[in-house]
Protein backbone atom coordinates (compact mmCIF):
# COMPACT_ATOMS: atom_id res chain seq x y z
CA UNK A 1 0.00 0.00 0.00
CA UNK A 2 1.13 3.41 -0.84
CA UNK A 3 0.17 6.31 0.94
CA UNK A 4 0.36 9.56 -0.50
CA UNK A 5 0.15 12.83 1.56
CA UNK A 6 -0.43 16.41 0.89
CA UNK A 7 0.08 19.36 3.41
CA UNK A 8 0.49 23.37 2.55
CA UNK A 9 -2.60 24.23 0.92
CA UNK A 10 -4.59 27.32 2.61
CA UNK A 11 -6.17 31.12 1.51
CA UNK A 12 -4.36 33.31 0.25
CA UNK A 13 -4.36 36.60 -1.70
CA UNK A 14 -4.25 37.28 -5.19
CA UNK A 15 -0.63 37.10 -6.17
CA UNK A 16 0.91 35.36 -3.19
CA UNK A 17 2.85 32.21 -2.85
CA UNK A 18 2.44 28.54 -1.35
CA UNK A 19 4.28 25.51 -1.37
CA UNK A 20 3.00 22.46 -1.49
CA UNK A 21 4.23 19.35 -0.01
CA UNK A 22 3.69 15.55 -0.95
CA UNK A 23 5.06 12.82 1.63
CA UNK A 24 5.22 9.26 -0.04
CA UNK A 25 5.46 6.19 2.26
CA UNK A 26 4.05 2.45 2.60
CA UNK A 27 5.37 0.21 0.04
CA UNK A 28 7.02 2.92 -1.85
CA UNK A 29 10.34 2.38 -0.58
CA UNK A 30 12.06 4.71 -2.88
CA UNK A 31 10.26 6.95 -5.41
CA UNK A 32 13.61 7.29 -7.75
CA UNK A 33 11.39 4.98 -9.68
CA UNK A 34 8.16 7.22 -9.91
CA UNK A 35 7.30 9.41 -12.15
CA UNK A 36 5.71 12.50 -10.26
CA UNK A 37 2.85 15.12 -10.62
CA UNK A 38 0.22 17.98 -9.02
CA UNK A 39 -3.41 18.01 -10.93
CA UNK A 40 -6.00 20.28 -9.54
CA UNK A 41 -9.71 19.90 -9.69
CA UNK A 42 -11.71 22.74 -9.66
CA UNK A 43 -15.38 23.16 -8.34
CA UNK A 44 -17.23 21.72 -11.38
CA UNK A 45 -14.28 21.02 -13.31
CA UNK A 46 -12.40 18.00 -14.59
CA UNK A 47 -8.86 17.02 -13.06
CA UNK A 48 -6.41 18.48 -14.87
CA UNK A 49 -2.74 17.89 -15.14
CA UNK A 50 -0.89 21.18 -13.54
CA UNK A 51 2.99 19.62 -13.76
CA UNK A 52 5.02 16.27 -14.27
CA UNK A 53 8.18 15.68 -13.45
CA UNK A 54 9.87 12.18 -14.47
CA UNK A 55 12.41 9.68 -13.01
CA UNK A 56 15.04 11.75 -14.66
CA UNK A 57 13.69 15.23 -13.77
CA UNK A 58 12.62 16.29 -16.85
CA UNK A 59 9.21 18.59 -16.25
CA UNK A 60 6.44 19.85 -18.04
CA UNK A 61 3.64 22.12 -16.97
CA UNK A 62 0.03 23.25 -18.27
CA UNK A 63 0.47 26.52 -19.86
CA UNK A 64 -1.55 28.56 -17.32
CA UNK A 65 1.13 28.47 -14.55
CA UNK A 66 4.57 28.07 -16.95
CA UNK A 67 6.64 30.69 -15.35
CA UNK A 68 4.68 30.53 -12.10
CA UNK A 69 4.58 27.27 -10.67
CA UNK A 70 8.32 25.01 -10.46
CA UNK A 71 7.69 21.31 -9.32
CA UNK A 72 10.34 19.24 -7.83
CA UNK A 73 11.17 16.49 -5.87
CA UNK A 74 13.94 14.72 -3.02
CA UNK A 75 13.76 10.86 -3.97
CA UNK A 76 16.21 10.98 -0.84
CA UNK A 77 12.94 12.07 1.26
CA UNK A 78 10.60 10.63 -0.36
CA UNK A 79 9.14 13.83 -1.02
CA UNK A 80 7.65 16.13 -3.97
CA UNK A 81 7.03 19.87 -4.03
CA UNK A 82 4.84 22.83 -5.93
CA UNK A 83 5.85 25.80 -5.37
CA UNK A 84 3.29 28.26 -6.47
CA UNK A 85 3.90 31.98 -6.92
CA UNK A 86 2.12 35.21 -8.23
CA UNK A 87 -1.49 32.99 -7.67
CA UNK A 88 -4.54 33.54 -9.10
CA UNK A 89 -8.35 33.39 -8.16
CA UNK A 90 -8.42 30.79 -11.38
CA UNK A 91 -5.26 28.64 -9.53
CA UNK A 92 -8.13 27.76 -6.61
CA UNK A 93 -8.55 24.04 -6.42
CA UNK A 94 -8.05 20.74 -4.60
CA UNK A 95 -4.53 19.93 -5.66
CA UNK A 96 -3.40 16.29 -5.35
CA UNK A 97 0.15 14.65 -5.75
CA UNK A 98 0.30 11.68 -7.95
CA UNK A 99 2.89 9.00 -8.30
CA UNK A 100 3.01 6.72 -11.21
CA UNK A 101 4.98 3.63 -12.17
CA UNK A 102 5.05 3.32 -15.59
CA UNK A 103 7.14 -0.07 -15.79
CA UNK A 104 3.81 -1.36 -13.90
CA UNK A 105 1.62 0.79 -14.96
CA UNK A 106 0.63 1.65 -11.70
CA UNK A 107 -0.56 4.98 -10.07
CA UNK A 108 -1.36 6.33 -7.16
CA UNK A 109 -3.21 9.62 -5.27
CA UNK A 110 -3.03 11.46 -2.10
CA UNK A 111 -6.24 13.03 -0.80
CA UNK A 112 -5.68 16.71 -2.04
CA UNK A 113 -5.06 19.82 -0.06
CA UNK A 114 -7.45 23.10 -1.25
CA UNK A 115 -6.00 26.14 -2.53
CA UNK A 116 -8.24 29.07 -2.48
CA UNK A 117 -6.67 32.12 -3.81
CA UNK A 118 -9.12 35.24 -3.13
CA UNK A 119 -8.77 38.97 -1.59
Known amino acids: QVQLVESGGGLVQPGGSLRLSCAASGSISNINAYDLGWYRQAPGKERELVTR???????NYVDSVKGRFTISRDNAKNMVYLQMNSLKAEDTAVYYCNAYLSSRRLGYWGQGTQVTVSS
Open 53 to 59: ITVIGST
